[in-house]
């Protein structure tokens, strides 16, 4: 088992080591599917803001808060979740996607990892002129605390890694996984407070603080709104990422040799 996962750290580094190669093919991607496009990936940008506008205008008065407040907290929290659950959607099929390169090509398969992280890094970055413009019609007191947006990138960033190592696997040798994720995905979008405010909950609050997109919103969120850091989501955060760090670790080194085998 110790050689087993050897093996597996040492595909890990080699793929790093190739960032190169990963970066050209994240630039790729973006440039081969907006290719021919005015606007680019900022079509994903455009019509994000003119959504979460709408839905921020109405919402707003449904839960009778001024628009002012709401659509900044609104923003970041759509801007999070469409990373995050993108990242956990595409986590399903970093390796079925690539299945040709790696059966004809001896290639470590966490270029792919890296691949598909960066990617959705460079689409979140473009996605986040929303915030700045919202940022200019509604000003918002930023304190120092806004600092610690980057650690959360980063965060999102290694999550994202750790996510394909452990669904990239599975979904690669049992396909009900990813539909079983899109499904899964649209419950937990509900049952996460992105449109609503979980302070209208008293003594009911278990339900979504144990829900871990809820911490991983709020450690940009709170910050981007210039409220204090909340420690208690850092620190959950921080045992997710070790928890999946682990996971990914352990279940890529029981599947690596394999995977060539079930894409």
Same mark, same amino acid.
């Given at each position: ?23 050209? +093919? ?66 399903? *099929?970093? +390796? ?39 940022? /200019? ?13 980057? #650690? *959360?990138? $980063? ?34 979008? +509900?049952?996460? #407070? ?30 981007? /709104? ?13 045992? $997710? ?23």
């Amino acid at each position: 088992m110790e050689l087993v996962t050897r093996e597996a750290i040492n595909d890990i580094t080699e793929g790093w080591g190739h960032w190169e190669i990963w970066t050209t +093919f994240a630039w790729m991607d973006i440039r081969k599917r907006y290719r021919g496009s005015i606007l680019g990936p900022f079509w994903i940008t455009l019509s994000m803001g003119i959504w979460v506008t709408a839905i921020g205008l109405i919402y707003s008065n449904l839960f009778k808060t001024s628009i002012q407040e709401y659509l900044p907290y609104l923003t970041v929290g759509v801007l999070v979740w469409t990373l995050i659950s993108t990242l956990v959607s595409e986590s399903c *099929a970093v +390796f079925i996607s690539s299945g040709g390169i790696l059966r004809q090509t001896p290639i470590p398969a966490s270029i792919f990892v890296f691949q598909t992280v960066l990617r959705n890094m460079i689409v979140f970055g473009h996605n986040v002129v929303i915030y700045v413009l919202i940022l /200019l019609v509604f000003p918002i007191n930023l304190t120092i605390s806004a600092l610690s947006v980057i #650690p *959360a990138v $980063l965060i999102y960033a290694v999550l994202g890694i750790g996510l394909c190592f452990c669904l990239g696997p599975i979904s690669a040798r049992y396909r009900d996984v990813p539909p079983i994720t899109q499904s899964m995905l649209q419950v937990v979008f +509900f049952l996460t #407070p992105i449109f609503w405010d979980p302070k209208i909950f008293t003594g009911r609050t278990a339900f979504f603080e144990w829900n871990p997109i809820y911490h991983l919103i709020r450690i940009t969120r709170e910050p981007l /709104l210039g409220d204090p850091v909340p420690f208690d989501s850092w620190l959950f955060v921080s045992g $997710l990422v070790a928890v999946v760090g682990v996971l990914a670790v352990w279940l890529f080194a029981r599947t690596k040799d394999r995977i060539v085998h079930w894409v």
